[in-house]
């Protein structure tokens, strides 16, 4: 079974500047998490989708942070503008539909805010 | 809020020796606990976790038991390898939200020289 997969693995850009990541959960899994993890730190959730809509977004800063999850399966974050702090790990994850499933990580987007 | 607090690292230990990280957690209601494991320049993955009070999860030689009376779930293994060195999260989970959302702590990092 093919785990999550996310793209790109790395990325650099200049604050300001727009940049976007994608996430293919596992097939079948009907939620679908972006989580922040700065250096030094835990994951932290920016978004939960359960199928293409939004369960949970009160910690995404709205007014830089979009995402969406076409059609319930695959899903892209977005920044625009970028500033440095948002320099992170990215993780994307998903689960089965249902309560306590555990969630499966993808390997992560490093970015680079300079 | 619920909450975790793990130890800070780096932890260090030579092969063979027994291992301790400590986790204590808050929350309002009976969360679901988690050890998650991130090994060098892979995801987060699902180590162990235990869904009620005195629940052992056990995973790869690692165990932590849920203790509710002192709101804790310390990770433990008798005999570390070179193998084990990465960063491992403690996290909880509330199975009943609508939105299952993980909150971690911020990582402990453990080295094991040969």
């Known amino acids: 079974e093919a785990g999550v997969a996310q793209s790109p693995r790395y990325k650099i850009i200049e604050k300001r500047q727009s940049v976007a990541f994608w996430c293919n959960p596992i097939?079948?899994?009907?939620?679908l998490y972006w989580y922040q993890q700065i250096l030094g730190q835990g994951p932290k959730l920016l978004i939960q989708?359960?199928?293409?809509?939004?369960?949970?977004d009160s910690q995404l800063p709205k007014d830089r942070f979009s995402a969406e999850r076409l059609k319930g399966v695959d899903s892209t974050l977005k920044i625009q503008p970028a500033k440095l702090e948002d320099s992170a790990v990215y993780l994307c994850?998903?689960?089965?539909?249902?309560?306590?499933?555990?969630?499966?990580f993808g390997p992560g987007t490093r970015l680079t805010v300079l | 809020g619920d909450s975790v607090t793990q130890m800070e690292g780096p932890v260090t230990l030579s092969e063979e020796a027994f291992l301790t990280i400590n986790c204590t957690y808050t929350?309002?209601?009976?969360?679901?606990l988690f050890w998650y494991v991130q090994y060098p320049g892979e995801g987060l993955q699902l180590l162990l976790k235990a869904t009620k009070a005195d629940d052992k999860g056990s995973n790869k030689g690692f165990e932590a038991t849920y203790r509710k009376e002192t709101t804790s779930f310390h990770l433990e293994k008798g005999s570390v390898q070179v193998s084990d060195s990465a960063v491992y999260f403690c996290a909880l989970s509330d199975p009943y939200s609508s939105a299952s959302k993980i909150i971690f702590g911020s990582g402990t990092r453990l080295s094991i020289r040969p």
């Open positions: 929350a309002t209601g009976y969360p679901s």
């Open positions: 989708f359960q199928n293409n809509g939004v369960v949970d």
């Open positions: 097939s079948g899994h009907a939620t």
């Open positions: 994850a998903s689960s089965p539909a249902g309560l306590g499933n555990e969630q499966f």
